[in-house]
Antibody, heavy 119, light 107 residues
Framework: EVQLVESGGGLVQPGGSLRLSCAAS????????MSWVRQAPGKGLEWVSV???????YYADSVKGRFTISRDNSKNTLYLQMNSLRAEDTAVYYC?????????????WGQGTLVTVSS | EIVLTQSPATLSLSPGERATLSCRAS??????LAWYQQKPGQAPRLLIY???NRATGIPARFSGSGSGTDFTLTISSLEPEDFAVYYC?????????FGPGTKVDIK
């Protein structure tokens, strides 16, 4: 069974850092495209970042230069390192699999982890 | 960046009624459009991909249509568990973008 479990969210001050983790089971992270998608409180969905199976990474303009996506193949885990956090980064962060077989849409999602940026 | 507009913002219907949700793109996305359902406190769930293909395990009452800039999600007969927010998403152009959502609530 495919499962994604995020962790690492919490309260952080503006300018601070946080690292999110997404532990996968039932499939191999490194063989798939994996994304982070966020949702500000009461708002819609925003794609944040993707890592391709080959290792290439891409970011939304709103986080470029501040966030870094990575993976640990030995742990089958996806990460999002978030630096220089701003109030507008407050959101639930979801990891999701971009499934090649269905054209890279998000077929599995984690339960989400809440990041709150506030002083 | 492609902007997706969804209408209506809220749709108030009764169980058993037909729901028709619209998603319009600011430029053509061909058929590279998906629909997701999200219930409060839950992650989104993929319903439809490539405009008209149902994802695994999605009931036949959900159907998608359209191409280019205009797309429709139809729920043929609303079940109690279908009351939720529905988002469209395009992956034709980078970055992938989502619409603002349509809330289907109980009348």
């Amino acid at each position: 069974e495919v499962q994604l479990v995020e962790s690492g969210g919490g309260l952080v001050q503006p300018g601070g850092s946080l690292r999110l983790s997404c532990a996968a089971s039932g499939f191999t992270v490194s063989s798939n495209y994996m994304s982070w998608v966020r949702q500000a409180p009461g708002k819609g969905l925003e794609w944040v970042s993707v890592i391709y199976s080959g290792g290439s990474t891409y970011y939304a303009d709103s986080v470029k230069g501040r966030f870094t996506i990575s993976r640990d193949n030995s742990k089958n885990t996806l990460y999002l390192q978030m630096n220089s956090l701003r109030a507008e980064d407050t959101a639930v962060y979801y990891c999701a699999r971009d499934h090649r077989a269905i054209g890279y849409y998000f077929d599995y999602w984690g339960q989400g982890t809440l990041v709150t940026v506030s002083s | 960046e492609i902007v997706l507009t969804q209408s209506p913002a809220t749709l108030s219907l009764s169980p058993g009624e037909r729901a028709t949700l619209s998603c319009r793109a600011s430029q053509s996305v061909s058929s590279y459009l998906a629909w997701y359902q999200q219930k409060p406190g839950q992650a989104p769930r993929l319903l439809i991909y490539d405009a008209s293909n149902r994802a695994t395990g999605i009931p036949a009452r959900f159907s998608g249509s359209g191409s280019g800039t205009d797309f429709t999600l139809t729920i043929s007969s609303l079940e109690p568990e279908d009351f939720a927010v529905y988002y469209c998403q395009q992956r034709s152009n980078w970055p992938s973008t989502f619409g603002p959502g349509t809330k289907v609530d109980i009348k």
